[in-house]
């Protein structure tokens, strides 16, 4: 028998050492290092092992001049869900490696249940260490969606056992839910421990390579909103999506944090229902309220998030403060900008802000960094400030800089171009992105400005 070897690891970057040490002197944390065995068994190879080797032996590799590698382009997995194919670039690539990461409760097995539900034409296999087959037979009855799908289901958390019954069903797209509850036999650690999740991982990496099938694993997260685990994790593997939203409210957003297949700043929008998650197709519309009549620090700015362009609302709210310092609050909005930007208006152009409560929020639920929403920031805040109402026909985009200059923005003819699609009647940019830019060709009125004192004339008088 193999004497037992151990190591410590890192808790919160997965740093391996040979003793105990007081700080990680990769990420630099305090006491995050624990003592896992790591000894793996000697002969054991996956059952998956044995259709792509030959004699429990593969071939070495050989580098190749890079003109010389033929290049194939293949084709992607195409769902009915429109929302989650932009996520990943345009469809699900044969042999990748997926992990989405969201809060409890959220719906991250809802969304991936959903996913095998949707394309019959797809042999899916859907593997859970944390339902029954009841429970998730339940689940897809609400869904309404198990009659025509071609899905099998397995509850394992050992990955010996998963790759035998792989083997078997030979399926086309597998979900993992979650990767905290597997375990592999080659290490003796305890499931959801920094060994255990790096050496299942890198087995599903590898049987995702070497066999084209894409993977989709669910990871938990921390309480700070980090996906649990080492960070190697999410290195590890092609995409990272993130599953964002209040589970009080309806709408969920789904984030790419990382996507090695294709851009990484797209999101998708659904709506959490009874019978499970509906996409929303046109954004702008759940993001901006109706009302009768325009109302004080209300504005609506041209954002783009990957490159989807909409229309979100601006809230704010500027009061007298009943206190000796003065509060700064933002939701959905960098809170750091947010004073930047009042310090800007207090030093520039002479607005006392330094004594009133300053309330920001994003409509909808939306976490914002496109730099575009400044210049709807700043009229949100005086006409919260003065009580003037902005017309709701109008819609905003540009960056405000620290001397008071509107900057230029990118893609700015998708941002005009939503704005028409809406209705709206006018959009305020700045002056610098009107370089070749033919203001003939669309039915609104795009009216440039260089400095933040021309856009108070214009509003404010």
Do not use: C
């Given at each position: 028998m193999a004497k037992t070897k151990s190591a410590y690891f890192c808790q919160n970057c997965g740093y391996e050492a040979p003793k105990w040490m007081g700080q990680c002197p990769s990420c630099k944390q305090w006491n995050s290092f624990v003592e896992e065995v790591v000894?793996?068994?000697?002969?054991?190879?996956?059952?998956?092992?044995?259709?792509?080797?030959?004699?429990?032996?593969?071939?070495?590799?050989?580098?190749a001049i890079i003109h010389e590698i033929v290049y194939q382009d293949e084709s992607r997995?195409?769902?009915?869900?429109?929302?989650?194919?932009?996520?990943?670039?345009?469809?699900?690539?044969?042999?990748?490696?997926?992990?989405?990461?969201?809060?409890?409760?959220?719906?991250?097995?809802?969304?991936?249940?959903?996913?095998?539900?949707?394309?019959?034409?797809v042999k899916t296999l859907y593997i859970s260490g944390e339902e029954s087959e009841q429970q998730i037979k339940m689940r897809a009855e609400r869904l309404s969606q198990s009659s025509k799908a071609n899905c099998y289901i397995l509850t394992e958390t050992s990955t010996q056992n998963i790759f035998k019954q792989i083997e078997t069903v030979q399926p086309n797209v597998i979900v993992i839910d979650s990767i905290q509850t597997l375990h592999s036999a080659q290490i003796e650690s305890a499931p959801g421990s920094v060994s255990q999740v790096r050496e299942c991982t890198a087995e599903l990496l590898r049987f995702a390579k070497e066999t084209s099938t894409p993977?989709?694993?669910?990871?938990?997260?921390?309480?700070?909103?980090?996906?649990?685990?080492?960070?190697?994790?999410?290195?590890?593997?092609?995409?990272?999506?993130?599953?964002?939203?209040?589970r009080?409210?309806?709408?969920?957003i789904l984030r790419a944090v990382k996507n090695r297949f294709g851009s990484a700043?797209?999101?998708?929008?659904?709506?959490?229902?009874?019978?499970?998650?509906?996409?929303?197709?046109?954004?702008?519309?759940?993001?901006?309220?109706?009302?009768?009549?325009?109302?004080?620090?209300v504005s609506i700015a041209a954002m783009l998030e990957g490159m989807r362009p909409m229309m979100i609302e601006v809230q704010a709210l500027v009061s007298n403060s009943a206190f000796g310092t003065a509060q700064r609050s933002s939701t959905g909005y960098d809170t750091k900008r947010l004073n930047m930007l009042l310090a800007v208006l207090e030093k520039r152009f002479g607005f006392r802000l330094s004594a009133q409560d300053v309330f920001l929020n994003i409509a909808g639920g939306l976490r914002v960094e496109d730099p575009a929403i400044d210049l709807a920031v700043i009229v949100a805040i005086i006409s919260s400030q003065q009580d003037i109402p902005i017309k709701t026909s109008l819609t905003f985009a540009g960056e405000v800089g620290l001397s008071g200059e509107i900057r230029a923005v990118n893609r700015i003819e998708q941002r005009i171009q939503e704005a028409e699609k809406l209705g709206f009647d006018g959009i305020f940019i700045s002056k610098f992105n009107t370089k070749g830019l033919d203001a003939k060709k669309y039915n609104i009125a795009i009216r440039p400005v260089a400095k933040l004192e021309d856009l108070f004339s214009a509003l404010f008088g």
């Open positions: 000894e793996k068994s000697s002969s054991k190879v996956p059952e998956w092992r044995s259709t792509t080797t030959t004699g429990n032996t593969k071939r070495a590799n050989k580098a997995i195409l769902t009915p869900d429109q929302e989650f194919n932009r996520v990943l670039g345009g469809g699900i690539v044969p042999g990748s490696l997926v992990l989405i990461g969201g809060e409890p409760g959220i719906g991250k097995s809802t969304l991936m249940l959903q996913l095998a539900l949707s394309i019959p034409q993977v989709f694993i669910v990871g938990h997260i921390t309480k700070d909103g980090s996906i649990a685990g080492p960070k190697v994790l999410e290195h590890m593997v092609d995409t990272v999506l993130q599953f964002e939203g209040d009080h409210h309806v709408y969920r700043s797209e999101l998708g929008i659904y709506e959490m229902q009874g019978s499970g998650l509906r996409e929303v197709s046109n954004p702008s519309e759940i993001m901006i309220s109706q009302r009768d009549e325009p109302v004080s620090g």
